[in-house]
């Protein structure tokens, strides 16, 4: 017979798949009675009896072990993005084109990216994406064919965001990157991680509004640990 979950484990379970309550934990603006009571029902779904004070105390010891984690967290992320330089490539297209189209062509595709200002390529389980220089497009097309694009995305800018190696290593980064422009109403159309390099695709008409928001993000990071 599987043993029930504990008060704390159930409380612990949902604030985590809940990432704005856990950031509002962690900010400590959440009102512990309110939140409570909210959870009695989550945790009846598990079987588990509590009284609202055993649940409040559940949370507050949850936000102090949170707020540590993410204290301590914190600093790692706003070390790697201070030690971070961005750069802009544009004139891009990105180009989805079916696995099976591109496997057959995989060295003529490498041949026409070894001379271009800017090529990537990314396979998924169904398509291969290209984000490539424009002034290779019509070769890319040519050689896989135009009624096997599934996506063609013109007047894209690549922003590469450089940092050190411990980015491989430090969870938050690419989350807090993403985060930051999504709040600011940038669309990324591609986004791509090459070990200390951060790819990120987005229309032109967007590209200088998203350089700014970055440099602003490392500019503010630099300044908090007085580089």
Known sequence: MKKPSSIANIVRDFIISHPFLRECLILGVVNYSALARYLLSELKKHGCEASLGAIKMSL????????????SL???????VASSVIELQTDLVVISVYRNVVLPKITRVTKIMENARFFQLTQGTVTFTIIAAKEVSKDVIDLLG???IVEYLDNQTAIIMVSPEEITKTPGVVA??????????????????????????CDRKEASKAYSILEDLIISARGELGI
């Open 74 to 80: 914190n600093a790692k992320i706003r070390k790697i």
């Open 146 to 148: 135009k009624e096997n």
């Open 176 to 201: 807090l990157i993403s985060s930051v422009l999504a709040s600011n109403g940038i669309n990324i159309t591609q986004i791509i991680s090459c070990y200390r390099e951060t790819i990120i695709v």
């Open 60 to 71: 507050i010891r949850l936000r102090e072990e949170l707020k540590k984690i993410h204290t």
